[in-house]
Nanobody
Framework: QVQLMESGGGLVQAGGSLRLSCAAS???????MGWYRQAPGKQRELVAV???????NVADSVKGRFTISRDNAKNTVDLQMNSLEPEDTAVYYC????????WGRGTQVTVSS
């Protein structure tokens, strides 16, 4: 059974940095891995996704501030978040896709002004 385990969330002041990590259990191969987020009262939205070939898709709202990376051999995906803003406050979910879609349980990121 595939499980995605997130780590690295927390509380940070505006302008600060956090790094989120996600590790997948099981011997599976993912076509894409990425991060989504959901703020209170809002829909879940894409933050960034990266393919096995390292092609990336990054939301305009975080472009230039967030960087996604993955290690195919370890089945991990990281999200480096710099210059954080209060609007980045949300629960961040790890996502992985092959013929199925998998979700982590989420990690809270809170940015204070």
């Amino acid at each position: 059974q595939v499980q995605l385990m997130e780590s690295g969330g927390g509380l940070v002041q505006a302008g600060g940095s956090l790094r989120l990590s996600c590790a997948a259990s099981g011997f599976v191969r993912f076509d894409a891995m990425g991060w989504y987020r959901q703020a209170p009262g809002k829909q879940r939205e894409l933050v960034a996704v990266i393919t096995r070939g390292d092609n990336t898709n990054v939301a305009d709202s975080v472009k230039g501030r967030f960087t996604i990376s993955r290690d195919n051999a370890k089945n991990t995906v990281d999200l480096q978040m710099n210059s954080l803003e209060p609007e980045d406050t949300a629960v961040y979910y790890c996502n992985a896709k092959n013929r199925y879609t998998y979700w982590g349980r989420g990690t809270q990121v809170t940015v204070s002004s």
